[in-house]
């Protein structure tokens, strides 16, 4: 059995020391700890590189359905009826919808 160090393993897999650590931290890399130690046994690494191999010609992302309607008609009317206000008032043909949000001041109240 060969045991390796972080800087050893982070050369082998050309990968930062902190990936290194931050993959122990997450408990996907192998490894052993002696008295605050860590190592990595070589066989145990190899075992792991070849276990996170994937095909080349496999997709593992499904792909994605359209979240749009299919009635683009429907979608339309659906838009135009809730903007379209079903009544009106006589002043200036106008809606009474939307304005809520004027308020207008008579003698120093609102």
């Known amino acids: 059995m060969k045991l390796l160090t972080i800087q050893e393993l982070a050369e082998i897999l050309n990968a930062k020391v902190t990936t290194i650590y931050s ?9 052993l700890k002696f008295n ?9 690494i190899q075992a792991w590189i070849e276990e996170s191999r994937r095909p080349h010609n496999v997709t593992t992302k499904q792909p994605r359905k359209p979240t749009y309607d299919k009635d683009i008609d429907a979608t339309i009317r ?6 379209i206000p079903k009544e009106y ?3 200036n043909e106008k809606t009474d919808r939307g304005q809520g949000s004027k308020l207008e001041v008579v003698n120093g109240t609102i």
Do not use: M, Y
């Open 23 to 31: 993959w122990i931290n997450r408990g996907s890399v192998p490894h």
């Open 78 to 83: 659906k838009a135009i009826d809730g903007t």
């Open 36 to 44: 605050g130690l860590v190592r990595f046994d070589q066989a145990e």
């Open 89 to 91: 008032t006589q002043r």
